[in-house]
């Protein structure tokens, strides 16, 4: 069965620091990845998805990730972070159904970030 | 409108009444989905309409939800005879298409309804 696992509960990190959320996935074929982003009161906004070509995805406020397909990962990354990053964070999987994309999200992980 | 609306954003319900929750996708979006939240946990998924047709009804807990969307444009989440685990957080999503050779479309998600039931 199609799972995702986001080994991190709850993160800190001091403002301009690095950063990296990580993710695991459990699909049978070529997963189609996504991380979302959801802020307090806030819907969940999509930062970037993969489905094929280069392993390393760029997103929106300066996030990325990369596929790893041997260690069955995409860890979302960004370079340094903002205090506007304070959010929860999810990895999430496509899994075909027939005729559209069922998405699996993983448990999330919190971000907070100190000043 | 811009994005997907929600309502109400809170309901709080005693246990026993039946709830109904409204979601607007986005003006032409075939896809809508709905999503069940706990707290503290990620969205899981209830239910999938393409157009007016309920595809997959697979992730609706019991037969006390029901959702419907009968022109294929806004939908509605109901729960009968709501009990204290059906407190969650419902989200709403829409998507441009219904798939086919477009895989991984992109789900715009409304603000969510907070339910909390007493």
């Known amino acids: 069965a199609q799972s995702v696992t986001q080994p991190d509960i709850h993160i800190t990190v001091s403002e301009g620091a690095s950063l990296e959320l990580r993710c695991n996935y459990s699909?049978?074929?070529?997963?189609?990845l996504f991380w979302y982003v959801q802020s307090p009161g806030q819907g969940l906004q999509l930062l970037l998805k993969?489905?094929?070509?280069?392993?390393l995805v760029q997103g929106i406020k300066g996030f990325e990730a990369e596929f790893k397909r041997s260690q069955s990962s995409f860890n979302l990354r960004k370079p340094s972070v903002h205090w506007s990053d304070a959010a929860e964070y999810f990895c999430a999987v496509g899994a075909w159904v027939t005729s559209y994309d069922k998405v699996i999200f993983g448990p999330g992980t919190s971000l907070s970030v100190i000043p | 409108g811009a994005g997907v609306s929600q309502s109400p954003r809170y309901k709080v319900a005693k246990r026993g009444q039946d709830v109904a929750l409204r979601c607007d996708p986005i003006?032409?979006?075939?896809?809508l989905f709905w999503y069940q939240q706990a707290l503290g946990q990620g969205p899981e998924f209830l239910t999938y309409f393409q157009n007016e047709a309920q595809l997959d009804k697979s992730g609706l807990p019991s037969d006390r939800f029901f959702a419907e969307r009968p022109e294929g444009s806004v939908s509605t989440l109901k729960i009968q005879r709501t009990q204290q685990e059906d407190s969650a957080v419902y989200l709403c999503?829409?998507?441009?298409?219904?798939?086919?050779?477009?895989?991984?479309?992109?789900?715009?998600f409304g603000p969510g309804t907070r339910l909390t039931v007493l």
């Open positions: 699909y049978g074929a070529t997963p189609y």
């Open positions: 003006s032409g979006h075939v896809s």
């Open positions: 993969y489905f094929s070509g280069d392993t």
């Open positions: 999503a829409s998507s441009a298409t219904s798939g086919g050779d477009i895989r991984g479309d992109t789900q715009y």
